[in-house]
């Protein structure tokens, strides 16, 4: 029989790292709540990175290399990437996507969206700002929302050049297993023995490198 004392520690479904005592009752941490906050600040505006994937359709543009010349076939008017991102679809659809189940879940009326697609965004992510704390606490797939919107701003920064693809590093886990991490990783759990790590934890393992040739 299980006693209360053998219960896990509530975590944070985001880092995985236990939580505060004025946080048991949330899906996530502050410092995890906040990096969704601004992730979602990073995308709107004039400024902001959904704005810059204009700038970064045509071949050639930032982000996206040298125009590789010699084929016998023309080269596309526009490159591919930043535009599923910044057509319907991409970024505007999947956070209108999220909006509409937090709405459905809160018992409100269906969002209304007006304007272009720049507009739209900016509507959105004003609004998902404002039901974040809520959703911090309550919402079940929290987390599922933290990972997909953090995927969109690291593709948006890597098609705009706003940053390099993300490098990852070799950790070795406490049963030898080799582990690939980045620098921004939320938590990582090892294949092998199933130990869970949050953020803190995993850039805290030794490198794979320096382990194996002790």
Known sequence: MMHLDDAPAPACTICHNGLYENELTHQACRPCTDRVDHNLRALAGAD?????????LRPGSSGGGPVVSGSRT???PVRLEPLSLAARGGVV???QTW??????????????WDGDLQQQLDQVVKRLRVLLPWAAEEHGAFDEFARELGSLVHQCQVVTGGEKPTRRIGVACTCGHT??????????RCPACSTQYGHSEALRLPLAERRNAA
Do not use: E, F, K
């Not at 902001?48 to 970064?56: F, M, Q």
């Not at 909006?99 to 209304?112: A, M, V």
């Open 74 to 76: 023309a080269p596309l």
């Open 99 to 112: 909006l509409i189940d937090w709405h459905d879940l809160l018992g409100y009326r269906h969002p209304r």
């Open 48 to 56: 902001g990175l959904y704005a810059r994937l204009a700038h970064s």
């Open 93 to 95: 659809t999947i956070l």
């Open 179 to 188: 582990l690939r991490v980045t620098l921004d990783t939320a938590g990582v």
